[in-house]
């Protein structure tokens, strides 16, 4: 008995010690998950109120905030950094406020449990815990300035400034996860003798896609800084990273994901660095200079563009090299893999090229390049829609081997030279691409009156496949994957139908039937799904994976 209670007392001990680490290091992680908001100056316009017109226009003086007919939205903001951030929340707050909640009901639907969501927030802020320290003070009080507008309803999360900053890093998670099919993609340019009126012609497909809702309401935005270059860039509410943009002088920048690993600490999120090439560079250059002096977590190609060159470069970055990609020639092509001298051998690259949809891809875009002859700005556009493999083969729609996967947040289309640029609205980039003048709209001195700033005379149209049953059966598909990720019933000859050319119809058909344990149903399919044009080989070791427990079990 007394050995009993020696061995109770041993245990009550041992518990305690590991209450009391524990309790140490949630305490820990509570104090190196929060972040400091920037030490601004108070500005007058915080008190500043929106002024509606009634027709859909919201003003703060000169500043500007309305939805095009094109179902974008557009939205003008200068001044100073924090000054900047807080009319961009006040003028597009209903957007800030939409986008986090169709974030966090995408990270629900992930992580169902809200007490684990609530763990995780100190295990993120632990990743992210030297995130400030890796973002310029212009760009944190710009931040904070819009985080004034966020919603209170996710305070559990963390405060508004602390999860609007983090959710630029968030977008480098996403990349790192590009293997999900999160990030797949494509963007090319042309000039000189490439280009019919020998000008610069660049285009690229954003294929970041975390879900419908995310890429419902797309800004259109025009910044005039109190430093550096005016620009646009296509964002959504709360984000001022960018994807995809153009500046005053002619630089443009588009980021393409390369092969990442799961970072194991924060840095400069990749979209800043492209943030700050467009604010701050005028030439090739100069983006080269800023994106070497900043560190990154992920690895990514920067095709940058720039008029006063007339050429592009790709400027290739890992965590710890950079090398620029400069074909030489009058035309460049970017998929999902690197080409320059120092990283095209790297470990990771070959991994990339050997296992991963982007070379198939590039091919596809180097055959469509060299088939429509001299490019124009049209012929740029047929070239981001297209829809077909290698020799036009028919691959399925929404197969990651395409150039149009039809998952893209947007594509657009620059003219440098002209400072002309194409936007397309949706779905995908299957909508009008409808043309901006930055020379006109930033000679602009407010807006009086709620009016269209597109030049519709330049717009090229929505592609005719809207109108084809084939469109309409791809909604269906989509239907039917949604319905299936629900775990609802289906009929799968009804699946098979909406999409028979797409591997993955197949597969999905196959774990419809493997899940209701039907193993003798479901390995047909999957051998369908073999025999089509599979994206990854991730994917192939996953079908031969299920059809040999399948057979295993039957067995």
Known sequence: MRKLRVIAKWLMYITGVLVILLLCSFAYLVYVSRIDVPN??????????????????????????????????ELYVEGAPYERGIINGKLSRELVVAQEDYFNAQISKMIPSRSYRHFLKYVIGWFNRHLDKNI????????????????DQYSY?????????????????????????????????????????????????????????????????FENPSNGYKFMSVTWGG?????SGMNEKGVTVTINAAKSSIPSGSATPVSLVAREILQYASTIQEATDIARKRTMFVSESFLVGSAADNKAVIIEKTPDTLDIYDPRSDRILCANHFQSRALAGSESN???????????????????????????????????????????????????????????????????????????????????????????????????????VIDSSLTIPADTFLLSPQYRDFEKYRHYKAALAEGGEINVDSLVNSNPQLYHTYVLAGNYYFERKQYRECIPYYEKALAKEVATEGEKAYIRQQIAKAKHTIQ
């Not at 602390?162 to 999160?182: F, P, S, T, V």
């Not at 984000?239 to 994807?243: E, S």
């Open 350 to 452: 070959l991994e990339q090229l050997a296992m991963s949809a982007s070379p198939y891809r590039y091919k596809r875009l180097q055959e469509l390049v060299n088939k429509k002859g001299k490019n124009t700005v049209q012929k740029t556009a047929e070239i981001l829609r297209d829809r077909n493999g290698l020799n036009n083969a028919d691959i399925g729609l929404g197969n990651e081997k395409a150039l149009n996967q039809l998952i893209a947040h947007h594509a657009i289309i620059f003219e440098p030279q002209k400072l002309l640029v194409w936007v397309s609205s949706s779905p995908w980039q299957l909508g009008a691409f409808v043309a901006y003048d930055l020379k006109k709209i930033f000679s602009m001195h407010g807006m009086q009156t709620n009016a269209e």
């Open 157 to 221: 999360i963390g405060s508004n400034y602390q999860r609007i900053l983090n959710y630029h890093a968030a977008h480098d998670i996403g990349h790192a996860l590009q293997n999900m099919a999160l990030v797949g993609c494509s963007s090319f340019g042309t000039w000189g003798q490439a280009s019919e009126d020998s000008t610069m012609i660049i285009g690229r497909n954003f294929d970041f896609y975390v879900g419908d809702d995310f890429a419902k309401n797309k800004i259109v935005l």
């Open 136 to 151: 310029i003070e212009e760009y944190k009080e710009e931040i904070y300035g819009i985080s004034l507008s966020a919603s």
């Open 40 to 73: 601004v100056t108070a500005a007058s316009i915080a008190n500043a109120v929106r002024t509606d017109d009634g027709n859909g226009l919201y003003t703060i003086g000169n500043n500007w905030f309305r939805k095009s007919k094109s179902g974008l939205y």
């Open 239 to 243: 984000f001022i990273g960018v994807v």
